[in-house]
C-alpha cells in the first residue's frame, strides 16, 4: 500500500510519520520489529497514544490493533490515555515503601491536588506509579519525564515540583 493510501484510509497520522513506518518496517525483519519506535514517537508528536493512532499504526505495521495495544499497554512509558505536559511515575515497589514512599505520596498528593492516576486541573503535571525504577538505593525514587529524583522525602517535595513546573520538558 502506498503512503498517500497508507496516511488516506486512517486520515489520524501525518504523512511524514507515515512514511517513517513504513521505512521503519522495511528495515525490520518483521514489520512488528519497529512497532515500540512507532508507539514511542506517536507519544512524542501528541502526548500519548490514542486508539485512531494506535489503530492507524497498526494497519501500517500490518498488525491487529490487538496485538499492537498490547505491546503498548506492556509499557509503562507507554500512555494510552491523555496525560499533563510532565508525568510524575512514583516507584511503589518494595524497596521504596520500605523506604517511606507512603509518606512522600501523601504529600505528593497533597502538593499537587491529585490522587495517584489523576492529572493536575491545569494540565500540568499527571500522577502515575511505575514499578522499581531501578534506583531503588536512593529509595523512595521518583521520574518526572527524564529526571530522576530519590531519596524523595516529604519535605523535599515543595521544592522538586515548584522546580519541575518552571522547567520546559
Ligand atoms: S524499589 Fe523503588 S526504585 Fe527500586
Known amino acids: 500500500m ?3 493510501e497508507l496516511t488516506a484510509q486512517g486520515a489520524e497520522l501525518p504523512p511524514d510519520l507515515v512514511q517513517t513506518f513504513i521505512d521503519m518496517a522495511h528495515h525490520e525483519h518483521h514489520a512488528r520489529g519497529a512497532s515500540i519506535e512507532a508507539l514511542r514517537l506517536v ?3 501528541f502526548g500519548w497514544i490514542s486508539d485512531a493512532h494506535l489503530a492507524h499504526t497498526a494497519r501500517i505495521l500490518g498488525m491487529s490493533q490487538a ?5 503498548a499497554t506492556y509499557f509503562n ?3 494510552r490515555k491523555p496525560v499533563g505536559k510532565k508525568v ?3 516507584c511503589d515497589s518494595v524497596s521504596c515503601y520500605i523506604m517511606g514512599q507512603e509518606q512522600t505520596r501523601e504529600r505528593l498528593c497533597k502538593k499537587l491536588g491529585v490522587k495517584v492516576g489523576e492529572t493536575t486541573p491545569d494540565g ?3 500522577l502515575l506509579p511505575i514499578v522499581c525504577l531501578g534506583h531503588c538505593d536512593h529509595a523512595p ?4 519525564g527524564k529526571d530522576l529524583y530519590g531519596p524523595v522525602r516529604p519535605e523535599d517535595i515543595d521544592a522538586i515540583i515548584d522546580e519541575a513546573r518552571e522547567k520546559t520538558q
Do not use: K, N, P, V
Open 67 to 71: 496485538d499492537l495495544d498490547g505491546i
Open 88 to 90: 510524575i511515575m512514583l
Open 141 to 144: 525514587a521518583m521520574l518526572i
Open 43 to 45: 507519544q512524542e508528536r
Open 2 to 4: 502506498s503512503t498517500a
Open 77 to 79: 512509558l507507554l500512555f
Open 124 to 126: 500540568e503535571f499527571t
